[in-house]
């Protein structure tokens, strides 16, 4: 399946994330559909689709940052229900990368990785700077860390931003369009840097139209349309043969 | 040289000088005091405005629309000459106290809720998804960003309460302007008013020059 990229997937355990019959509206506009979907311990899911089929819509309500209307949402063994009290409490495990990176302008990078830790985990502020300073030598901006975002080019900022979630040594990583505000030149250094997360067997949901990314590690693929799930399939078979002719129609248009 | 001796005798100047100082001492006392307490009131009614369960915040739409139209000076004399008939007597520096901070309370309160709304909701989005708890990422992530669109606009304010401080002497408090007049009174001659009027300016005119400064400066950093 995915020879490159070995990994463990965890079935055994319960799923990271459990969605069962999850309905949401904007105002009128049914935005996701009776999602039904399990994300096991290690997965890596990607989900692709036409823009405003509901891909981001999907990630955000997993971390609450959208609140679903009816089904039932689990997050590490967590039922989440809207209005919570907990919730502070399930986020720390589910890390997030957004696409315009979202970086504290206010404070260095380092300050970015350990503001968290320090303020909610309470790690000891010195232990919360070895750590951050070694996700971010593993992201490859460790001579970075004195540094504000704005010093920093786009890549260098959207790996500061990864760093800035592994810190909180998530359970999960979700990723909206990581790379989609990216310079062409920088989508592969912050790719990479997904990739090896994946090699070390995080459990992660992207929501990309990088399909080589895809096909290298994705467990599965999921295809959004209108705020539904119409096809959950392998890389590989989702990209020889796509059984939806609208998933047909997506990967004939961005493939051109 | 009449003229001088008239509006800028020396002598006179001398004189009074203390007197005025005494004045100023008050003046600075009820600034400081109304500033302190209406920005804090204010951060507080802002974050009611915001965030509050909805009719708590119309209170404080209420409250903040009407001391913005209410004139600091007719409040002052609400509080100083209306309150006594049901039985409220505030001396005259509690009632400016009370009068100028609860004004600048509701122009500080406008002032924060535009300067947090500025404050893109990505950040908001971001101190969450990391666990933190709203209040949390209120003061480490959203106001210390919020706070530099603040400050320019807020030093304007205070610097304005510290101007209508002298909307005090109407109700007999011994700040730098009452001190002046009375002075004024004694000595049968405009001098001290003078001197009041140069007192407030040079300790006004820095502010007012700091202010520029810091709105120019922020101008270039939204550049950026
Ligand atoms: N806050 C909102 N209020 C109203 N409608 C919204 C809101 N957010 C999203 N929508 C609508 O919901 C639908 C799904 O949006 P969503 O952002 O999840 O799509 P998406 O698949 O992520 O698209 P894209 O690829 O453009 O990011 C869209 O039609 C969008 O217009
Ligand atoms: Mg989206």
Redesign the interface.
Known sequence: MTAAHPHVIDRNSPPVVSMTGINKWYGSYHALRDIDLDVASGERIVLCGPSGSGKSTLIRTI?Q?ETHASGTLRVNGQELTPGMKKL??V??????V?Q?F?????LTILENCT??PI???KVPKREAEERAMHYLERVKIAEQARKYP?QLSGGQQQRAAIS??LC?VPKIMLFDEPTSALDPEMVREVLETMIGLADEGMTMMVVTHEMGFAREVADRVIFMDAGEIKEVAAPDAFFANPKEPRARAFLNQIMH | MELIDTFFNWDILLRSFPILMRGLSNTVVLACCSIVLGTFAGLLLCLVRLYAPRPVQLLAVAYIDMFRALPILVLLILIYYALPFVGIRFSSFVSALLALSMVLAAFTAEVCRAGIQNVPVGQFEAAATLGMPFWLGMRKIILPQAVKVIIPPLTSNSIAVFKDTALASVVAMPDLLKQAQDTQALMANPTPLIGAAIIYLALLWPLVRVVGYLEARNQRLQMR
Do not use: I, Y
């Not at chain 1, 986020?91 to 997030?96: A, L």
């Open positions: 971390n940052l502070d409490v986020r720390q495990d589910v890390g997030m957004f315009h979202n970086l504290f302008p206010h503001v968290a303020s909610v985990r704005f800035r979630s909180m």
